[in-house]
C-alpha cells in the first residue's frame, strides 16, 4: 500500500520539479519588464560600443525580439539605427534560428502546462491514499528524494558549466536544434554581438540561483508542514 504511494507521490514531485524549473527559466528571462538584467549585462559585455549603438536603441530591439518570443509578435524584424546607418537589426539567418528558439520555448511552456496537470493527479492520488495522517510524510519524503535528484544534477551541470562553458552551450545547441542556423559569425551578425555567450553564461547562473532558491523554499515549506503534522498527531 505505502509502496504504490511512492509510486505515485515520486513521479509527481519528479513533474513539479520540472514545472518549478521550466518557471525558473520565465521568471529569469521575463521577471522583469523593464529589462534591467539585459541592460546591465550589455553594459557589462561593451555591446553599444560593439555594436555603435545607443543603449535607448539596443533596448528597444531586446524589447522587440522579447515580444517575438513569447509570441506577442509575429516578425522578427525592426529597423534601427546600428553600425551608423538605418537598417533590420536581424538578418535571415537570425530570423530562422530565433524561430526555432521561440518553438523550442513555447513549446516548453505548453509541455509544462501538461506535466502540472499530471503532477497534480499523481500527487492527488497519492494524498488521497496516505489519507490525511500520512500525507504530509508521504509528500515530504517524495519531495526529498525528487530534490536530492536535481541538486545532484545541478552540482554536475555547474562543475561542467565552471570547467568549460563553451562545450556545454554547444551540446546543449546539438542536443535542441536539428541545423547549424545557432553558429553566427560576430563580423556579420549584430545579434551575436548583442547575446555574446558571456551573456548566456550570466543567464544560466542566475537561472541556476533561482531554481535552487524555489526548491530549497517549497522543501522548507513541506518540512514545516511535516513537523507540524507530527505535533498535531501526538496531543
Same mark, same amino acid.
Given at each position: ?9 515520486i =513521479?509527481? @514531485?519528479?513533474?513539479l520539479?520540472i ?13 522583469? =519588464?523593464?529589462?534591467?538584467?539585459? +541592460?546591465? +549585462?550589455?553594459?557589462k ?14 533596448m +528597444?530591439?531586446?524589447d ?6 513569447i ?13 551608423g546607418c538605418?537598417?533590420?537589426f536581424?538578418?535571415e539567418?537570425d530570423?530562422?534560428?530565433m ?13 509544462r ?10 500527487? @492527488? ?7 490525511k ?20 544534477l ?12 563553451t562545450?556545454?552551450f554547444?551540446?546543449f545547441?546539438?542536443?535542441f536544434?536539428t541545423n ?15 547575446? =555574446? ?5 550570466? @543567464? ?14 517549497v522543501?522548507v515549506?513541506l518540512?514545516?508542514?511535516?513537523r507540524?503534522s ?6
Amino acid at each position: 500500500m505505502k509502496g504504490f504511494n511512492k509510486i505515485l507521490a515520486i =513521479p509527481g @514531485m519528479f513533474l513539479l520539479v520540472i514545472v518549478l524549473l521550466t518557471t525558473s527559466f520565465q521568471i529569469v528571462i521575463y521577471g522583469d =519588464p523593464s529589462c534591467k538584467f539585459y +541592460e546591465k +549585462e550589455y553594459e557589462k559585455y561593451q555591446v553599444t560600443a560593439s555594436l555603435h549603438m545607443s543603449m535607448e536603441d539596443v533596448m +528597444e530591439v531586446t524589447d522587440h525580439m522579447m515580444d517575438y518570443l513569447i509570441g506577442k509578435e509575429e516578425n522578427l524584424s525592426i529597423v534601427t539605427n546600428v553600425d551608423g546607418c538605418e537598417q533590420d537589426f536581424f538578418n535571415e539567418q537570425d530570423r530562422l534560428h530565433m524561430a526555432d528558439v521561440k518553438n523550442l520555448f513555447l513549446g516548453g511552456l505548453k509541455l509544462r502546462n501538461v506535466f502540472l496537470m499530471l503532477g497534480i493527479a499523481f500527487l @492527488m492520488l497519492a494524498g488521497v491514499r496516505a489519507g490525511k495522517k500520512g500525507m504530509s510524510r508521504e509528500f515530504f519524503e517524495s519531495y526529498s528524494i525528487a530534490l536530492g535528484v536535481f541538486l545532484g544534477l545541478i552540482l554536475f551541470l555547474g562543475v561542467a558549466f565552471a570547467i568549460d562553458f563553451t562545450a556545454c552551450f554547444t551540446i546543449f545547441h546539438k542536443i535542441f536544434f536539428t541545423n547549424d542556423l545557432w553558429l553566427f559569425d560576430p563580423s556579420v551578425d549584430y545579434m551575436i554581438r548583442m547575446l =555574446p555567450e558571456g551573456f548566456f553564461s550570466d @543567464m544560466v547562473l542566475r537561472i541556476g540561483a533561482v531554481f535552487v532558491g524555489v526548491l530549497v523554499f517549497v522543501w522548507v515549506i513541506l518540512y514545516l508542514w511535516r513537523r507540524h503534522s507530527i505535533n498535531k498527531h501526538r496531543l
